[in-house]
């Protein structure tokens, strides 16, 4: 029996929680045996009722001491639906990540403390977000609110004792929430990945498919900062296959399409250079490549320039 099975509903969250997992890869199914596996259903905008019965299908599929459903951090997705589509037992939800503003008050979901439907959330163009109130999001998607605890959260301290409460429960125990709780329980399992040095990167393809403000700012800044060059580069998905070595790309969705053209191949998380930025590397047209990834309302507005120059010198990850 696996130790973790990891379920993500998108790309960029597959590979924050496999960056946390030592030994991970991140699949489109359920990789071999190993003791983390990181699934991206790729069910963020799939109707209800086929992310469930995705859900269902893989923990059915590998029985493990833990399911971990990753969530969004902002309540976008069929939540409800996957959460109704685990194993019998309690359920411990944890939509707070205080480190990236996410917190949980009143069993509502703030974002940099303002209710998230005041948010650019809201005007998601895909999946907007229209109300904060956790558990009246999750009850209209049909989900079993009496086996699911909604954790409170505003600080790392309420981060780990939801992920005590998680441990105190019987096998298999069933967790849920974006990567935050996840990243205390890889450290409490003895699962957690080791700090390495970040590979030297001196060309790289920046890719922007966000529409969220985060990710527009990010560009500009980057623009402003003389970011790109002959060597760092903005493009678009059609470049992706004439990138010289690195691909850097904002948004889950416009990850998997880039990835679509290499032929969707495993991914290997090595580092989580600043949160919510994960690099990978894998192989595709005879050679390796790095891949680095956000989701697109994540990070401050110098995100480029900093994550250029800790490439550019190979410092610890």
């Not at 991970?24 to 983390?36: E, F, G, K, R």
């Not at 969530?71 to 707070?96: F, K, M, Q, V």
């Not at 600080?155 to 019987?170: F, G, I, M, N, P």
């Not at 003895?190 to 700012?217: D, E, K, Q, W, Y």
Request: some cysteine; proline content about 8%; hydrophobic content about 45%.
């Amino acid at each position: 029996m696996r130790r973790i099975l990891v379920l993500a509903d998108d790309l960029t969250g597959a590979l924050e929680c496999g960056a946390l997992l030592e030994g991970s890869i991140v699949t489109l199914s359920l990789p071999a045996s190993a003791p983390a596996a990181v699934v991206d259903t790729e069910t963020r905008h799939a109707p209800p009722q086929q992310a469930a019965e995705t859900v269902r299908r893989l923990t059915e599929q590998s029985p493990a001491e833990m399911i971990y459903k990753k969530t969004d951090s902002t309540l976008r997705g069929n939540i409800g639906a996957e959460l109704a589509a685990l194993p019998p037992g309690r359920i411990h939800y944890a939509p707070a990540y205080p480190q990236m503003g996410r917190t949980v008050r009143g069993g509502r979901l703030l974002v940099d403390g303002v209710p998230v439907e005041q948010t650019a959330f809201a005007r998601d163009p895909l999946d907007p977000v229209l109300d904060s109130d956790i558990r009246r999001v999750l009850a209209r998607q049909g989900a079993p609110l009496e086996r699911i605890t909604v954790h409170e959260g505003e600080t790392e301290a309420d981060v780990e004792r939801a992920a005590a409460c998680v441990l105190a429960e019987a096998p298999p125990r069933l967790a849920a929430g974006p990567a935050a709780l996840l990243a205390v329980l890889a450290r409490r399992m003895g699962l957690a990945r080791t700090s390495a040095l970040l590979p030297r990167i001196g060309h790289c393809l920046v890719i922007n498919g966000s529409a969220h403000p985060a990710s527009r700012a990010q560009m500009a800044a980057a623009e402003a900062a003389g970011v790109f060059d002959e060597r760092w580069r903005a493009g678009t998905v059609e470049d992706a296959r004439n990138a010289a070595e690195a691909l850097a790309v904002f948004g889950g969705d416009t990850a998997r399409e880039v990835l679509r053209r290499f032929g969707d191949p495993p991914l290997h998380p090595a580092a989580e250079p600043m949160p919510g930025v994960v690099l990978s590397w894998f192989e595709a047209c005879g050679r390796r490549w790095w891949l680095i990834t956000k989701a697109g309302g994540f990070g401050r507005p110098d995100l480029l320039p900093r994550l250029k120059a800790m490439l550019a010198g190979g410092a610890a990850g």
